[in-house]
């Protein structure tokens, strides 16, 4: 992801997912936590009465939801014993990680070095704990991306085209990008050149000069970013999701604006630079063809220079607690399909039951095709080309989210069915058999996404910085597979919540609100609160109340 991307996903909150986890967190597209299927975690909580009736909008009450379809073209499959079977999942076991040295120098700065002969490759990646989490509300929002974004636009020594011309000249890469947890700067290259690979990534961390005269260009970029939201119906929805869930005294709730950006001046971005881009606030992993005593030397001479000096503690960030089910219906009448993400508050990556979370997660909605999602509302009923779930593997609390798209006009529809899913799947969690299937599913790509030196490396960084460790890595196929039934159904009981849903749907209000009017109340056993704003209006809702926006509606339950 290059700096600017992230600027853009920083407008949307989603920041650096973890993607190496092995599948623990989804892969989520740029700029939005929309699940896409294929890792997530989800997590279950206490059931607050019975199963609530839901009825399709212009039926009776009680209707029902919608009834599931048979594909004809399953039916020539059915009962058929000639077909080949898929050989079984292979067995979770403990992954032997390579040799894994580390170190620290004496300024703080804690090194990981995974060497591995073979392919003449070198990485070098500098995760620094500075990130959205660290920015202040209304005043500093956006620095962290726009800091990285300028650390290749100048140093002491060099200029940005000397930068460029200097890592382009033996075919590397160094690039740097900035997410809620922290910033990372990581630079790629031959084994032959990691002198130059080294001496680059250094300069541009340690003696960076924010040149005013390239801030206009990364200020239009970022100013782009944020017009363009408007026209992505996904962005659009995970903003207002994000806003609507973590509220306004959450980071992760508050909305980049033009003015944050327009408002950022060199000496924001020097500030920021200064009081957390620092050593014993940062992890260097080195992977791929070195000598360790070799490389030992040339980061001493490197990064030893840099000062350490006191880092700011963050504080706790909680999510406030909802009551019932709240609505918003942004309103874009262009389109024709609805984006509906909806979801409640989730859980740490650090506490216990993530483990069983996470399978309970790949049974809703974090496989592509088998998941009860896909199965209930796409295959079954042809809802949707695609639905997933996920909870992620934040530091902080973060969300369970559910991401579709939809016809206008079946909006309530594939909503229902989803919502009916994560019902059952609170009363009941997963079966036996659901469970074995996720279990193979990770015990089968874990190692896939830890076979590089690199991954490994930055496996190792990623546990360090949420407090998880070495063993961590190593033990995450076993302590997946050590997850039993009951405690998978403990985990659905304890962290999923039908009953306090934030929704967003973005679609045309006029085909969609009917739909929502007639339905709301039957979600919950409590109350829907149904926001209707237009596209273009404040994604803040503390802005949108200032303005007075109409269109609220409180919905009794029925």
């Known amino acids: 992801m290059t700096s600017i991307q992230a600027s853009a996903c920083r407008a949307s909150r989603s920041r650096l997912v973890i993607l190496w986890m092995a599948g623990a967190t989804a892969a989520l597209p740029a700029c939005g936590h929309v699940p896409t299927g294929g890792t997530g975690a989800p997590a279950p909580s206490v059931e607050r009465g019975g199963p609530a009736k839901v009825f399709l909008p212009g039926t009776a009450e009680g209707g029902g939801t ?10 020539y499959w059915k009962g058929r014993s000639d077909l080949m079977r898929p050989p079984p999942p292979p067995p979770a076991v403990e992954l032997t990680l390579p040799r894994v040295d580390r170190w620290k120098l004496t300024n703080g700065l804690d090194v990981v070095a995974v060497p591995r002969r073979g392919l003449p490759i070198i990485s070098f990646s500098l995760a620094i704990k500075a990130g959205g989490y660290d920015e202040q509300k209304d005043r500093t929002q956006g620095v962290a991306d726009f800091v990285a974004a300028m650390l290749r636009k100048g140093t002491r020594k060099r200029g940005a085209e000397a930068i460029a011309d200097a890592i382009d000249g033996v075919g590397g890469v160094l690039e740097a990008s900035s997410g809620m947890e922290n910033s990372t700067v990581t630079c790629s290259v031959l084994a032959k050149d990691a002198a130059l690979c080294l001496e680059l990534l250094a300069e541009i961390v340690l003696t960076p000069t924010f040149p005013e005269g390239e801030m206009a260009e990364i200020r239009d970029q970022m100013l782009a970013s944020l017009a363009a939201r408007v026209d992505d119906p996904h962005q659009l929805a995970a903003e207002h999701f994000d806003n609507l869930l973590f509220g306004e005294d959450h980071p992760d709730g508050w909305v980049l604006s033009d003015e944050h950006v327009r408002a950022i001046t060199r000496q924001t971005l020097v500030a920021f630079w200064r009081d957390f881009y620092r050593p014993n606030n940062s992890v260097l992993a080195v992977a791929g063809d070195f000598d360790v005593e070799t490389i030992k030397a040339a980061i001493a001479r490197g990064f030893g220079p840099w000062r350490s000096a006191p880092i700011a503690v963050r504080p706790s960030f909680q999510i406030p607690r909802a009551k019932g089910t709240r609505v918003v219906l942004v309103d874009k009448p262009d389109l024709t399909q609805a ?27 974090g496989s592509d095709f088998s998941s009860r999602l896909m199965t209930e509302v796409r295959s079954k009923r042809g809802l949707t080309y695609g639905i997933g779930s996920s909870f992620g593997a934040t530091f902080y609390e973060g969300a ?31 079966t036996s058999d659901e469970l074995a299937k996720a279990k193979g599913y990770y015990a089968g790509s874990i190692p896939f996404e830890l076979e590089s030196a690199a991954g490994i490396a930055r496996g190792v960084v990623a546990a360090d910085l949420h407090g998880l460790g070495t063993a961590y890595v190593r033990q995450l196929p076993l302590r997946l597979a050590a997850v039993d039934t009951g405690s998978a159904r403990a985990a659905a009981a304890a962290h999923l919540d039908p ?54 509606l409180q919905v009794p339950s029925q």
């Open 66 to 75: 919608p009834a599931p379809v048979e594909n004809p073209d399953s039916v």
């Open 339 to 365: 984006t509906l993400m909806f979801g409640h508050r989730g859980i740490r990556h650090g506490e216990p039951d993530w483990y069983a979370t996470t399978l309970v997660n790949y049974v809703l909605g």
């Open 400 to 430: 369970f989210r559910i991401s579709a798209a939809t016809r206008n006009e079946t909006a309530w529809d594939a909503l229902s069915v989803a919502i009916g899913e994560v019902r059952k799947m609170k009363a009941a969690g997963p």
């Open 499 to 552: 009953d306090e849903m934030a929704i967003v749907v973005v679609g045309r209000a006029s085909v969609i609100e009917p739909q929502l009017r007639r339905g709301a109340g039957s979600l919950i056993s409590g109350t829907a609160t149904v926001e209707r704003v237009d596209y273009r209006a404040p994604i803040s809702a503390a802005k949108r109340g200032a303005q007075s926006s109409p269109g609220s």
